[in-house]
């Protein structure tokens, strides 16, 4: 179902008055935890003077230790809610247990399935069954033909408003948190109609070369990016290494559009 060759045409996804998919290019940006409602109104207060409309944050964290901040879960979706309404954004954020679906609708405009969760069936199963649009990341070690299988798992269930995001994958290089698949990009448009976007935060897990980074996503064919912001991001409960302050979100939108990249 997902096949460029079942259906030639792109497929758009809708979220208010944001057309994904249709040529524009999108931004999705936002902490990469919700911490508190402060912190949140304060990206979501940029978000807007940005003319960006889709706000991300993580309520329910899959962390790689117990011990690490687990997330706020139903009081971060309210935050990112609230947020969202007064500066009247969307949200978009990750839902990791198939039971918390129907928790999601309450709050969010987007579910996101995370790179660790991509081959839980489960979930995909119920991302299916839900009436959103779902951000489908790709496992960090999964082959683009299991990233369009899990994608197929969402569709097949009845949800054809699926979007695909490549936020690297696991190589032995150390320079970067992970590696990105410029070529993933190309060949998911080729082989789907879906949307594609770049995850340009955790792919490369640094702030000096996001510009260029994101360039190539867009250059590649990327209908948009994902990429953290966090007010303060040395004090940030998760990602503090990786997340960009807020002039350094302005001045990223301001380079993206001189460059005609963005509008
Ligand atoms: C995220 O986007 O919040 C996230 C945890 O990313 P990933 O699932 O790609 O690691
Ligand atoms: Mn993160």
Redesign the pocket.
């Known amino acids: 179902l997902v096949s460029r060759k079942r259906q030639p045409e792109n497929t758009h996804v809708c979220i208010g008055d944001t057309l994904i998919g249709a040529g524009e290019k999108t931004i999705v940006a936002g902490p ?2 919700v911490e508190t409602e402060e912190q949140v109104m304060t990206v979501a207060r940029s978000l807007k003077e940005q003319g960006v409309t889709l706000l ?1 944050g ?1 309520a329910f ?2 962390r790689t230790s117990p011990y690490d901040f687990q997330g706020l879960g139903e009081t971060g979706l309210a935050i990112l809610r609230r947020a969202a309404d007064k500066y009247g954004l969307k949200v978009i954020s ?1 839902i990791v247990n198939p039971a918390d679906m129907e928790l999601a609708a309450r709050y969010v405009d987007v579910v ?1 399935v ?4 991509m081959q839980n069936f489960e979930l995909l199963k119920a991302a299916g069954d839900v009436q959103l649009p779902v951000f489908l ?2 496992g ?1 070690s999964a082959t683009v033909e299991e990233f369009l299988f899990a994608a197929e798992y969402i569709v097949s269930k009845g949800n054809s408003q699926v979007m695909l ?1 490549e ?2 994958i696991r190589t032995y290089e150390k320079w970067t948190r992970n590696t990105l698949d410029i070529s993933a990009v190309p060949l998911l448009k080729q082989e789907s109609h879906l949307p594609v976007f770049v ?1 340009i ?2 792919s490369i897990g640094r702030r000096d070369i996001q510009i260029p980074i994101a360039k190539a996503a867009l250059a590649a064919g990327a209908d948009g990016l ?1 990429l ?1 912001v966090h007010p303060d991001p040395a004090v940030a409960l998760s990602d503090a290494n990786q997340q960009i302050d807020i002039p350094q979100f302005e001045s990223f939108m301001d380079h993206m559009r001189s460059a005609g990249l963005i509008a």
């Open positions: 990469c935890s991300r993580g964290k899959p990750e996101q995370g790179a660790r969760n990341k790709r960090m995001c936020r690297g995850d935060t955790h994902m953290e």
